[in-house]
C-alpha cells in the first residue's frame, strides 16, 4: 500500500476492508466511486410511504392499547441494519461518506421517536439520489420529504390569514425556515432578519404530510397557506405552492449557501481548520456549475491538502466503522454496531439539534471519551482471535504506520493486546 492509496482509503473512505484490493490509481478509483447511480439504492429499504404509515398507526393507537407491536420500532430497526451493513461491505465508500456528510448536513434526529419510521428512507430518497446532482435539488428533496417536515415541525405550520388559519385560529411554526437559513443554506453570514425568517416560514405553510393511507408522503394543503405577497431577503413570493420552490432554488444559488457548503466540505475532508485556498476552490466550482455536487466532491481530490498528513480526529462513527472494516469480522461476529455508536457518544441518526454532530477535534478528545474508545478496542479484539495483529496493521495503514508503533505491536504479551494497541493508536483514530 502507498501514501496515496492509504489516504484514499481512510480520508476519503471509510477505511480499507480486510486485506481488500488496493487501488492501482488512487484518484481514479475515488472519481468512479460517482459515477452512475448509487449503488446502495440497490438494498433493501422502507419507502417514505411505509414510514408514514407506521407513524400513522402509532399516532392514532389508543392510550393502554396493549399490543406490542410498534411498526416504527420495526423498520428503524430493520433498515439501520441495512445502513450498517452497507457502511461495512460497500465498494464505494467515497460516496458513502458522501452520503452521510450531508445527511448530517441535514439532519433529522430520532430524539423525536417517531421519525424513526421515515429517517432512513429521508437518506435513501432525499439524500443518496441527488449526492452526485444538484444541490438545489437536494434541497428541495430534503424540505418536502416528511421526515424533515415532521421533525422541525412544518405539518402543523398553518398561515394566519389562511383558511385553516381563520377557521381554527392554530399559527405559524418558523421552525423550517430558520433552520433552513441557518444551517442548511445561506447561514447567519447572510444576515438575514427575524423578518426574513417569518415571511419565509409563511412561504413554506401548506407544505404537509399526507396520511392517507393509499397516497401517503408530502402534501401541499392550499387552505393552509398564507395568501398574499411575502419578502424574504429581499426577494418577493407569491402564488402558492411554487413560492417554496422559487425561494429555494433562490437559496440554494446565493453566495452565501455556496461558501456555507464548500466550508464544511472542506473541514471534513481536509482540516479542521479548512485552507480558505481550498474553500476558495470548492466555492468556485459550485459557482460555475450551477451547484455541482459531484464536481464539488471531485474538486476535493485536486486539492493538494487532501493528501497530506491526516490530521482529522475520526468521530465515534468514524472509528467503529474504520475498526470494523479493518477487522472484516463475519456478519455473525459483528458487535452491535448502533449501541456501540451510542455507547460512543454518537447515537445514530441520534444528534441532539438540527445542526446535526460536531466534525472538529475538539468536540470528540476529552479524556473520558478518549478512554471510552480504548476499552471498546480491548472489547472487541475478544471477537478476533483468529487475526493477526501486524497483518492487520499493515493492511489498514500501510506506510502510515509509525516504526514506533509497530515496535509496540511487535512485542505485546499477547495478540488481543497487540490487537489492542493497534485499534487505540494514534494513527488509527485519523482520518
Given at each position: ?63 393502554g392499547d396493549p399490543t406490542k407491536e410498534n411498526p416504527v420500532r420495526d423498520i428503524y430497526r430493520a ?89 381554527r385560529k392554530v399559527g405559524l411554526n418558523e421552525n423550517l425556515a430558520r433552520e433552513c437559513l441557518e ?249
Open positions: 500500500m502507498d501514501s496515496n492509496a492509504a489516504h484514499a482509503l481512510i480520508r476519503f473512505g471509510l477505511g480499507r476492508r480486510g486485506a481488500e484490493p488496493m487501488p492501482a490509481d488512487p484518484h481514479a478509483w475515488l472519481g468512479r466511486q460517482l459515477d452512475g447511480p448509487d449503488p446502495a439504492l440497490e438494498a433493501p429499504c422502507h419507502s417514505t410511504a411505509e414510514g408514514v404509515r407506521a407513524v400513522r398507526t402509532v399516532q392514532t393507537r389508543k392510550a433498515d439501520t441494519a441495512t445502513s450498517i451493513d452497507t457502511l461495512l461491505t460497500t465498494a464505494n465508500p467515497f460516496r458513502e461518506r458522501l452520503v452521510w456528510f450531508w445527511a448530517n448536513h441535514f439532519t433529522v434526529s430520532i430524539r423525536r421517536p417517531l421519525v424513526a419510521g421515515l429517517v432512513n428512507a429521508f437518506v435513501r430518497e432525499a439524500i443518496r439520489p441527488h449526492v452526485t446532482g444538484r444541490f438545489s435539488d437536494m434541497l428541495l428533496a430534503v424540505m418536502r420529504h416528511p421526515a424533515m417536515l415532521f421533525y422541525l415541525d412544518n405539518a402543523q405550520s398553518v398561515g394566519p390569514d389562511s383558511v385553516a388559519g381563520r377557521r444551517l442548511h443554506s445561506v447561514t447567519p453570514a447572510a444576515r438575514y432578519t427575524q423578518a426574513d425568517v417569518t415571511s419565509f416560514a409563511r412561504v413554506l405553510t401548506g407544505w404537509s404530510i399526507s396520511y392517507d393511507a393509499a397516497n401517503p408522503g408530502f402534501l401541499y394543503r392550499p387552505f393552509a397557506h398564507e395568501p398574499d405577497a411575502k419578502t424574504v431577503m429581499g426577494q418577493t413570493y407569491e402564488g402558492g405552492e411554487v413560492e417554496g420552490e422559487r425561494a429555494l432554488a433562490w437559496l440554494a444559488a446565493h453566495p452565501a449557501t455556496l461558501h456555507n457548503i464548500a466550508t464544511k466540505l472542506a473541514r471534513h475532508f481536509i482540516a479542521d481548520t479548512p485552507p480558505p485556498a481550498a474553500v476558495s476552490r470548492i466555492e468556485g466550482v459550485l459557482r460555475g456549475t450551477g451547484g455541482d455536487l459531484k464536481a464539488a466532491s471531485l474538486a476535493l481530490l485536486d486539492i493538494p491538502e487532501a493528501w497530506q498528513p491526516l490530521t482529522k480526529l475520526r468521530t465515534p462513527f468514524d472509528y467503529i466503522i474504520g475498526v470494523l472494516r479493518a477487522l472484516d469480522l463475519p456478519t455473525t461476529n459483528r458487535p452491535d454496531v448502533a449501541g456501540l455508536m451510542a455507547g460512543l457518544g454518537q447515537g445514530l441518526h441520534n444528534a441532539p439539534l438540527p445542526n446535526g454532530w460536531p466534525d472538529t477535534a475538539p468536540d470528540w478528545a476529552a479524556p473520558e471519551a478518549m478512554l471510552r474508545r480504548i476499552d471498546w478496542a480491548y472489547a472487541v479484539t475478544g471477537r478476533t482471535k483468529d487475526l493477526d495483529p501486524l497483518a492487520t496493521a499493515d493492511a489498514s495503514l500501510g506506510p502510515l504506520l509509525p516504526a514506533a508503533t509497530r515496535e509496540q505491536i511487535v512485542r505485546a504479551g499477547s495478540k488481543r493486546e497487540a490487537m489492542t494497541l493497534l485499534l487505540a493508536a494514534p494513527e488509527f483514530q485519523r482520518r
